[in-house]
C-alpha cells in the first residue's frame, strides 16, 4: 500500500517561531509537491520539487522554503510563522513515468494554528 | 477570472440520488482531467482521471469531458452516504505540467 506520511497532524505555534513540516513518501516518487488549502481557494501550490536538491517555486511561495535532501523526504520551512499561515498543508508525491499523467499521492494533511 | 471555477456547494442529497459535479476552466491548453475525492480529516485521492475528450465509467461514476465548452463534470449513480466527502476536480497541460485544482464541492449524501 503506498504511502505519504506527515510528520503532524495537527499543530500549534506562536507568531515568529520557525516551523518545520516533514513529508516522506515510499513510492520512490521523483516529484513532490507542498500545498496548502483554505476554504474557498482550493488547493494552492507552495514549492514542489523534481528531484534530490532541486526545488521550484509555485504559486504562493513568499514566506515559505524548502528542502530535499534525500528523494523520499520534502521538508516545508516557515521561516517566522505568521497568523496567515494558519492553514492545512498537504503533502503530495508524483511519479514522472510518461503515460501516467499527473496522479499525486497525498499525505493526511498537517493542520497548523499560529497563535 | 479563476483559472477552474467549481460550485463550492454544499451540496446535499438523499442515498440514492444522481449527483452532478461540475468545473469550467479557462486554459484550452489542459488535456490531462482528473477527479479527486477528500474525505474529512483526509488527504485527496484520485476517483477518476481523464485524457482529452469524451466520457470514462468506473462503476457508479462517470467523467465527462467537454473540451469545446471549456466544461466536466463527474456523475455518480445510486449516490450512498458514503460517497460524502469533497470532491475537486484537476486538469494540466501536459503529464509534466502542474496540476490546477479546483475549490472543491461538498457534497453529502443524506441516508
Known amino acids: 500500500d503506498v504511502k505519504v506520511t506527515q510528520s503532524s497532524r495537527y499543530l500549534v505555534k506562536r507568531t515568529g517561531e520557525k516551523v518545520f513540516l516533514e513529508c516522506v513518501q515510499d513510492?520512490?516518487?521523483?516529484?513532490m509537491f507542498w500545498y496548502r488549502q483554505d476554504p474557498g481557494l482550493g488547493l494552492r501550490l507552495i514549492y514542489f520539487?523534481?528531484?534530490?536538491?532541486?526545488?521550484e517555486k509555485g504559486d504562493i511561495p513568499e514566506g515559505y522554503s524548502v528542502s530535499r535532501e534525500k528523494k523520499e523526504r520534502f521538508s516545508l520551512i516557515l521561516e517566522s510563522a505568521s497568523t496567515n499561515q494558519t492553514s492545512m498543508y498537504l503533502c503530495?508525491?508524483?511519479?514522472?513515468?510518461?503515460?501516467?499523467?499527473?496522479?499525486?499521492?497525498f499525505g493526511p494533511g498537517t493542520r497548523l494554528t499560529v497563535l | 477570472q479563476k483559472e477552474v471555477e467549481q460550485d463550492p456547494g454544499p451540496l446535499s442529497v438523499p442515498e440514492g440520488a444522481i449527483v452532478s459535479l461540475n468545473c469550467t476552466y479557462s486554459?484550452?491548453?489542459?488535456?490531462?482531467f482528473m477527479w479527486y475525492r477528500q474525505y474529512s480529516r483526509k488527504g485527496p485521492e484520485l476517483l477518476m482521471y481523464t485524457y482529452s475528450s469524451g466520457n470514462k465509467e468506473d462503476g457508479r461514476f462517470t467523467a465527462q469531458v467537454d473540451k469545446s465548452s471549456k466544461y466536466i463534470s463527474l456523475f455518480i449513480r445510486d449516490s450512498q452516504p458514503s460517497d460524502s466527502a469533497t470532491y475537486l476536480c484537476a486538469m494540466s497541460g501536459t503529464s509534466y505540467d502542474k496540476v490546477i485544482f479546483g475549490p472543491g464541492t461538498s457534497l453529502s449524501v443524506i441516508p
Open positions: 513510492m520512490d516518487h521523483e516529484n
Open positions: 503530495a508525491s508524483s511519479s514522472s513515468i510518461a503515460g501516467l499523467g499527473n496522479e499525486q499521492f
Open positions: 520539487s523534481y528531484d534530490v536538491k532541486m526545488k
Open positions: 486554459n484550452s491548453a489542459f488535456q490531462y
